[in-house]
């Protein structure tokens, strides 16, 4: 009697081997694409939280975008990297820690983030009052942008 494996062992080997690496290939790219969403969120978090800490040394009335979104960009938030003064000449200090890289700011799948700040005057019971709201977006990654093919 011979030893070894005949070919039916082996292709049944083989096949259970592949579908493992399936399974573990899909667990994988799943827990990548939620260790993106996650980054992205945490820096969403983190630079709504820095333009709201701005406030505390300057007004962001003249940085207040309105309605209209601007694309990160380093010119755009130098107020949040520490390239700005004060009104009595004090630096104010680097609030949003970010990797800008050629200008930019890019989420994990390479888009650019968006924000834009609302200040609004309210008038409550005789009396006005300023509400700010800031919003930092980054596009779906499941969609594809205007003018992508």
Known sequence: MKKGFTLVELLVVI??????MGSVSSAV?????????????ATCQEMTNAILAFENYRSLADKATGDTWKEVKRNEIRFLLGEESTASGEKIPVLF????????????????YWYKIVRKTQKIKDSAANTLRTQVYFPNFN???????
């Open 29 to 41: 790219m799943s827990a990548r694409n939620r260790a993106k969403i996650a980054k992205a969120t």
């Open 15 to 20: 096949g259970m081997l592949m579908l493992l």
């Open 97 to 112: 820690n970010a990797d800008i890289t050629k200008n930019e700011l890019k989420d994990p799948w390479g888009n650019p």
């Open 143 to 149: 969609r594809r942008l205007a003018g992508e093919e």
